[in-house]
């Protein structure tokens, strides 16, 4: 992989990771943090993760009494397949929104990390389908067949995994997604 050294890359996962943590504290408790901050904090973040690391002793076993964590862990998909992770803020009252989305191997390498935006976004939902269908354009592009989508958009996952037909406002999106 020539593009992005594997630090810059670990950067632009945090930096991710915090536009989505961003994203939910506005969606959930209807604040909205500077966005200069994410970039602070991810720096923070990053260097905390490189801490915490480093307390694990010979043993493999963390120092508990330095650390608290939360240890949910990365499942590696199989052989052959990658993962696909994509993810949303959107900012309701300017209504634009942001995308990330990266594409992870079996052996936890990232083939690409991308970022877009788009205007005149009215919820969520079509947000998160925007989005996905951007994860799908790209590993199209990049001619992946094997790919394992995950996101966080539990309304728009159940519809695309669904038989039924959806008439709401983002039902042509799931349709179109779903083919």
């Not at 969606?27 to 909205?32: A, I």
């Not at 690409?112 to 935006?117: E, G, I, P, T, V």
Request: proline share 2%; glycine share 4%.
């Amino acid at each position: 992989m020539g593009g992005l050294d594997k630090s810059k890359l670990e950067e632009i996962a945090v930096q991710l990771r915090k536009v989505w943590l961003r994203s939910n504290t506005l969606v959930f408790d209807k604040r909205l943090t500077c966005p200069k901050m994410l970039i602070s904090t991810s720096i923070e973040s990053l260097k905390d993760f490189k801490q915490a690391n480093s307390l694990v002793n010979s043993n493999n076993e963390i120092q508990q009494s330095e650390l608290s964590v939360n240890m949910t862990r990365w499942i590696r998909p199989a052989t052959n397949f990658v993962k696909v992770n994509w993810d949303v803020p959107l900012d309701v009252k300017e209504r634009k929104m942001g995308m990330g989305v990266i594409i992870i191997d079996e052996n936890g390498e990232a083939l690409l990390a991308a970022c877009d935006s788009r205007r005149n976004v009215l919820s969520v939902e079509i947000a998160e389908c925007q989005a996905l269908w951007r994860a799908m354009q790209l590993c199209n592009d990049l001619n992946i067949h094997n790919a394992i989508f995950e996101g966080d958009a539990k309304t728009v996952i159940m519809e695309v995994k669904g038989d039924e037909e959806n008439f709401s406002y983002f039902g042509s999106l799931i349709d179109d997604i779903r083919n």
